[in-house]
């Protein structure tokens, strides 16, 4: 278990908790980062950024947390999210916390929220204390080290969150079917759309595709293959 925790000031707090579970360090992006696999042993990394109330309404105003989102996609993270720690509550509309009026409204706050989630792909995270935002973080790098299909919790159906899209564009009806296919998710969806617009091929079309077939798309192979027609039925192929 390698986990990077940031010795900025802002988190120092963190350190003597997370214990020999981290390790310290000065670190570019976020508060925490760490690698872990994907479908079929793929290598992912993850970031992860701590907001106590004060520093997310500050974010809120001027986007810097935004910007370090995406920064950290840039050069290379897969998977970011945000660990909101702190309790906070809506008292005639206006966000309290602990007490003190954070001076934004609450509804803004969570429309951030739910923009983070939605439209920027960021996973929210939300503690009351440092004890859960370390227990988080571990759990988060815990779980990054099994491969998806390989976790049991879910029986198999445990798969990346839908894309990032457009405002007002869904997944079209194909990258909807073939993400449902084994080893397949949303990123390879994407790529088996853009193979099927390149040939000229529908819907019902790759559904009958040939192992060869779904072997021209980058990232499927032999095995992958196998698995998809064996599961659409066609298993002479």
Known sequence: MTVLITTAKNDRDLIPVFGDRAIPCPIPFGDFIFEGVWTEGKKVKVCGDRKKFPDLVQCIGDNRHLEQVR?????GFDFVYVVLEGTWKSVDGEAYSRGRSLRISSNRILSYLQQLRYYAGVQVFETKTKQETVDTVLSLETMFQT????????????ELPEPVVGLGQRPGILRRLVKELPGIGWELSARVETK???????PIDV???????????????????????????WHSQ
């Open 71 to 75: 920064a950290a996609r840039e050069v």
């Open 147 to 158: 491969p998806p299909e390989d976790h049991s919790s879910l029986l198999g159906f445990h």
């Open 196 to 202: 099927a617009i390149e040939v000229g091929a529908e």
């Open 207 to 233: 559904m009958q595709w040939t192992k060869k077939e779904w072997e021209e798309v980058e990232g499927i192979g032999r095995g992958l293959s196998s698995q998809i027609t064996e599961a659409l039925g």
